[in-house]
């Protein structure tokens, strides 16, 4: 087993980790535990209960990069905490994609104009309700969890190019996990929460704020999975009974 070199100060306590403190067999590692891990965190736990769950997909995620890589290094608390550190990056990114993509998939516009911020404050509060930016067609609330703009998200996100996360580590994406899902629709939310006012602010995409909103849309779709799963053998068979 290697062992990365962890850069020390003078009194001898830990430096603060950057990737480029790594040795070069430890970067090597990283990065790819780093890329790991961001298609891990978004498919399974994008807002964690706990540490404990981050720091557990940081070991899958560090012991694949090193099976990967065909050598094992020893996975260091330093190391972990740089993993960690991707969950809210990771995230944010999102937001941060999400942010054009849904002002010009709704309407909303930037204007100091009256009307123009009423607008965008009706439709903010119109999308809001009963979760209509979910339905394909919000007007009419048909096609729920069928709007392109989740579509977008996700091919914007993970399937830009085939060097993306979605791409690459396809095998956490297919089939597409309703966590994923969850999460955008948690994103676009944000993005449309930033125009309740009227007038774009910017609304942090925390744990704290969202997390609970994150929990409440992956309820939701699992109940919608539920209700739409195919019935198997024995459950038609109770049915016809």
């Known amino acids: 087993m290697v062992l990365p070199k962890i850069k020390k ?17 430890s970067k090597e590692i990283l990065v790819t535990a780093i890329s790991i891990f961001r298609c891990l965190i978004v498919t399974q736990a994008p807002f964690p209960d706990n ?4 720091t557990k997909l940081a070991q899958v995620a560090w012991h ?8 094992n290094v020893k996975l260091t ?9 991707r969950t809210s990056q990771v995230r944010g990114e999102l937001k941060t994609k999400m942010r054009s993509l849904t002002a010009s998939f709704f309407g909303f516009r930037t204007s100091n104009s009256n009307n123009v911020i009423r607008q965008n404050r009706d439709l903010a509060e119109f999308l809001k309700d009963g979760a209509v930016f979910a339905f ?12 392109e703009l989740l579509q977008l998200g996700i091919n914007v996100m993970w399937f830009a190019n085939r060097h993306d996360k979605g791409v690459v ?9 309703i966590e994923v899902i969850a999460l ?19 609304i942090k995409f925390t744990s704290a704020t969202y997390g609970i909103v994150y929990h409440g849309h992956l309820g939701s779709l699992q109940r919608f999975n539920d209700r739409t799963a195919p019935l198997s053998e024995s459950d038609e068979a109770e049915t016809e009974g």
């Open 169 to 177: 580590h396809h095998k956490y994406f297919d089939p597409m996990p």
């Open 64 to 71: 694949e990069a090193c099976q990967i890589k065909g050598i």
């Open 77 to 85: 608390p330093s190391g972990v905490k740089m993993l960690l550190t």
């Open 51 to 54: 540490i404990a769950v981050e």
């Open 9 to 25: 100060n003078s009194d001898g306590s830990c430096q603060r980790m950057k990737a480029s403190d790594f040795d070069d067999v």
């Open 184 to 202: 955008v629709l948690t994103a676009i939310e944000c993005c449309i929460d930033e125009w309740l006012q009227g007038l774009k602010e910017d």
């Open 136 to 147: 394909k067609d919000w007007e009419s609330k048909s096609g729920i969890y069928k709007t």
